[in-house]
């Protein structure tokens, strides 16, 4: 129900977004988190359904973006700035309460992962 896409291998400095298309129903608070090599899968930012709130994790606040558009079934992370640090499986998840989610166990849906590579 959730298809992520955009992922790729980029230089430090550069920018990258991600989309995830949410299928099937209608979703509230809609998230990314990401995973690195033999790391915990950590949050990185969400958005209520209204895309009134918005959440960042500290590592990337003021660097990434995130964005809904609820017409297309859309969440998006625009994301500069990258360093090698950024490296991981983006994944987009979905839950249903109303307010901004940052845990995981708050999710009840995630795709399928994206993975970004930030080359030195």
């Known amino acids: 129900q959730l298809q992520a896409c955009g992922g790729g291998l980029v230089q430090v400095g550069d920018s990258l977004r991600l989309s995830c298309a949410a299928s099937?129903?209608?979703?509230?608070?809609l998230g990314w988190f990401r995973q690195a090599p033999g790391k915990e899968r950590e949050f990185v930012a969400c958005?209520?359904?209204?895309?009134?709130?918005?959440v960042y994790a500290d590592s990337v606040k003021g660097r990434f973006t995130i964005s809904r558009d609820n017409a297309k079934s859309t969440v998006y992370l625009q994301m500069s700035s990258l360093n090698p640090e950024d490296t991981a499986v983006y994944y987009c998840?979905?839950?249903?309460?109303?307010?901004?989610?940052?845990?995981?166990?708050?999710?009840?849906?995630w795709g399928q992962g994206t993975l970004v590579t930030v080359s030195s």
């Open positions: 958005i209520t359904q209204t895309g009134g709130t918005t």
């Open positions: 998840a979905a839950g249903q309460g109303s307010y901004a989610a940052t845990r995981r166990y708050e999710y009840d849906f």
């Open positions: 099937g129903r209608t979703f509230s608070t």
